[in-house]
């Protein structure tokens, strides 16, 4: 079955300490994001990667790393989490972007991370 | 730069009353739309897009480039319609990949 994989779904974890969120997709796509959702902000993009190490900032990237050494990885990494880190995180990926027509997103399941 | 906005946080309505869930953009090119859909406690998954022109579970949007808009209608909205929905834009210069959402509305459709 086509899919993104989140993990954790969820997690809560205390101040500095040093986390992982992967993601994997089975699809073969060239592009991945992460995204946070937070009530009265919607969804804003953290990192996006258009393939292969190469990875570019999203809209709000501060406190957030990514690697991409795979095709099909593209962890999150909050090197050293704060409160105002604490949200739900989706992970999404698609086919790059060909011909000047944009193909949609496919969303992993979320992972709520709490930080205290 | 390229905005989504979503002017309703909040939005109900009955079962069987037309729905508009109304979403404008702001791109200096030719931009790509779409509508995600967010069902309680699942993930995101695309509605619709502008480029296909069809109608999933009944709903339609027209891209209406004179008003920049992309609104979401269905003429006869049912229960299980009551989801988060996110209008989102992709600018189409350039090699940039930037998907930018609006902050989405939460459609209720009462019974």
């Known amino acids: 079955e086509a899919q993104v994989t989140q993990n954790p779904r969820y997690l809560i974890t205390v101040t500095g300490k040093k986390l992982t969120v992967t993601c994997s997709q089975n699809m073969n796509h060239e592009y991945m994001s992460w995204y946070r959702q937070d009530p009265g902000l919607g969804l804003r993009q953290i990192y996006y990667s258009m393939n292969v190490e190469v990875t570019d900032k999203g809209d709000v990237p501060e406190g957030y790393k990514v690697s991409r050494k795979e095709k099909r990885n593209f962890p999150l990494i909050l090197e050293s989490p704060s409160p105002n880190q604490t949200s739900l995180y989706f992970c999404a990926s698609s086919f790059r972007r060909g011909s000047g027509m944009g193909s949609p997103l496919h969303f992993g399941n979320g992972t709520r991370l709490t930080v205290t | 730069a390229q905005r989504v906005t979503q002017p309703e946080k909040l939005l109900s309505v009955f079962k069987g009353a037309p729905v508009e869930l109304k979403c404008n953009y702001s791109y200096s090119g030719s931009p790509e739309l779409f509508w995600y859909v967010q069902y309680s406690r699942q993930r995101l998954q695309l509605l619709l897009r502008?480029?296909s022109r069809e109608s999933i579970k009944g709903f339609t949007a027209d891209l209406n480039k004179g008003e920049t808009s992309f609104h979401l209608k269905k003429p006869f909205a049912q229960e299980e319609d009551s989801a988060m929905y996110y209008c989102?834009?992709?600018?189409?210069?350039?090699?940039?990949?930037?998907?930018?959402f609006g902050k989405g509305t939460l459609l209720t459709v009462n019974p």
């Open positions: 989102a834009l992709i600018g189409s210069g350039g090699s940039n990949y930037k998907l930018t």
């Open positions: 502008h480029i």
